[in-house]
């Protein structure tokens, strides 16, 4: 038989009050603020024309160190999607048969030949016909929660009057505002807390690479798994590097992406000059740690 509770009921309910108002600072902290005050002074913004050839608008992503851009359909006179990096993944996946086989679909299609619901089309990601967007009047608060509900990484600002797109709105620039403008507000306790403890990452069925295996083997994983990036092993089973989706648009720019068989040792090493670093976190440092690191280093993703 267990021993009764040495907590108390005031005790208790002065527990639960203190997790509630810690679950509640954040979330009145992104409702109190509009998408437009975390628009950045000064950003670079692409927009492609649905009339341009796809191989052009991802050498055009390259050339401006950009992931992702919204397209604009001058028959339709609006925005109808956006294209991203995930989108040249899955072309390359779909199409690429051997080095000795050309990509025509890749050469010379353009953006706009994709859109409809035939098996070659499925995989640009804006065959809805419409593109998810939000306004910049709207909160921080309605901009996570449609990333959440979408599934997407990028969210487009787009001014109601004019239609113009203002910005384009990720989980990394959130985070950053929260670091930046979130220091006037009382931090939860739950920051303090162990990574592993509030179960923030992912820790079992990890999705890997060898190193070894194809670039083509790579990108498999990229679409079945729906992963940012994949650790690389070596034979014994050890990390010894990263790789992740935005490693694959650097294909475009060294005009490499029609030889997808090499490996991933012999595509790591092509990436050398691109490459921007792996960040490591550790399960038992604390969710405020990490959160700083991941601002302070600007990127997506930290190995644990």
Not at 182 to 210: D, M, S
Not at 240 to 264: E, G, H, P
Request: net charge positive.
């Amino acid at each position: 038989m267990e021993p009764p509770s040495q907590v108390s009921y005031p005790e208790k309910k002065k527990k639960i009050q203190k997790q509630e108002a810690d679950a509640a600072v954040y979330m009145n902290f992104m409702k109190s603020h509009r998408c437009y005050d975390a628009i950045p002074t000064s950003c670079k913004l692409v927009i492609f024309d649905t009339k341009l050839q796809v191989k052009k608008a991802f050498f055009a992503l390259v050339a401006n160190g950009l992931r992702a851009a919204p397209l604009w359909d001058s028959k339709l006179q609006k925005f109808v999607g956006m294209l991203t990096i995930t989108d040249f993944i899955n072309i390359l996946h779909c199409y690429y048969k051997s080095p000795m086989v050309q990509m025509y679909e890749l050469e010379s299609h353009k953006i706009e030949t994709w859109r409809g619901d035939s098996f070659q089309n499925v995989y640009l990601q804006y065959t809805n016909h419409f593109l998810i967007s939000i306004s910049p009047e709207a909160s921080l608060f309605d901009a996570i929660f449609s990333l959440l509900k979408y599934k997407i990484h990028r969210l487009p600002v787009i001014d109601p009057e004019s239609g113009n797109v203002l910005h384009i709105l990720t989980h990394k620039r959130i985070l950053k505002f929260l670091h930046i403008f979130g220091k006037k507000v009382p931090k939860p306790a739950f920051v303090w807390k162990q990574i592993q403890e509030l179960g923030i990452g992912t820790f079992r069925n990890i999705a890997t690479v060898q190193l070894t295996a194809t670039l083509h083997d790579a990108l498999s994983i990229f679409v079945d798994r729906r992963v940012s990036a994949l650790p690389v092993l070596n034979e014994q089973g050890k990390v010894v590097a990263l790789y992740s989706r935005f490693d694959v648009i650097n294909l475009a720019a060294q005009k490499i992406y029609n030889n997808l068989d090499m490996t991933m040792q012999e595509a790591i090493r092509r990436r050398s000059c691109f490459f921007e670093g792996v960040i490591k976190c550790y399960p038992d440092e604390t969710l405020e740690t990490i959160i700083d690191r991941i601002v302070r280093a600007e990127v997506h993703i930290s190995l644990l």
